[in-house]
């Protein structure tokens, strides 16, 4: 004889009631799992307490970063943006080596992770120009210098569809991620109009603050306007880009800093030639290097002999751009040294 089961075959959960079916047939039970007292309190949840509170650290260092720039970010704020964020910041807390799981925070953590992170996620600021803004800067001691010829910016595909001007901006911002204090410094270039014509050349030079635990980022972006009514109105879909890191790895920084002071970095291969000069002028300066750095190709002798003490002593990470006078450099007598 048929017996009625239920009206409706359900599977999965609604609301806190989760339907089932196992060899005793189908059954409907209540939503479970641990009560906030054994989150806070038993000791196999303490790996979620200690990832909660990472978590915590992450997206308030997130949100201070945003609010640092806010600014700048009217053109580019997106529904993705602070989940992006907050995915950076999380490679950053990762990787700090001084505190225990649980216990990292942001400002430990290498903040040149956010070189050349993007904004607005559908425009990439190397998109939006048609000159190559890695090309049209320089980093000295002190303070950086933009030098973005001029140029010709037409209507294309990704760029609004509604503007008719845009202009430049640049901007050195100081954030303390422990005390949650910020400070930007914005320049903005001149209202250029779209098409055939060019436009006037974006030169600028930013002061960067004065050597902090912190350091400081530099940001370059472009923002879109429309006419209305003879004046300009902002148009979403501009471009922002964290160009640069400035901070324990700067140069400016480590001028005229004595070898045993100086944090050992490890910096990637493709290094600027105006910084590989800077450091020789330093090694000539502040070590024992026995070279005439007037006779020979001190680019090429400087960059072999730190990659071999680097490949004999440790490993590198990608996002330090620097070439930093390490002791094992400063202090070597590496072959390479007789080398023409």
Known sequence: MAKVISLFELSGSVGDATFCKNDFGV?????????????KNLDRFARTRHNAAEWKRITAASKLARNAISSLLPSV????????MNGQFFSILRSDQLHDWGERVVSSGDLSTLTDFEFNGKLSLDDALP?????????AAGKVVVNIPAFRLRK??????????????????????????????????ELQAMGRAAGTAFNVEQVIPAATEQGCFWLLGIEFYTMVNEQPKLVKGGALRIMEWIGKTSPAEYAGVAPEVVEEGLP???????????????????????M?????????LVLEAFWEAVDAGGEFERSVRVLLPVKKCLTCS?????KT
Not at 77 to 84: A, D, E, I, Q, T
Not at 157 to 162: A, N
Not at 271 to 285: G, I, K, R, Y
């Open 156 to 189: 294309k595909k990704g760029l609004p569809e509604t503007a008719t001007h845009y202009r430049m901006v640049s901007g050195v911002v100081w954030i303390d991620f422990e005390k949650k204090k910020y400070r930007l410094d914005k320049e903005v270039g």
């Open 131 to 139: 000159v190559n803004p890695a090309h049209c800067y320089s980093i």
């Open 292 to 300: 005439d750095v007037k006779t020979v190709d001190t680019t090429a």
């Open 334 to 338: 590496l072959p390479v040294a007789t």
């Open 27 to 39: 059954h409907m039970k209540m939503k479970g799992g641990p009560t906030a007292w054994q989150v």
């Open 77 to 84: 704020k997106n529904m993705g943006l602070s989940s992006r």
């Open 268 to 290: 990637e291969k493709s290094l600027h030639t105006d910084t590989l000069s800077a450091m020789v002028e330093e090694l000539d300066t502040v070590a024992s290097v026995e």
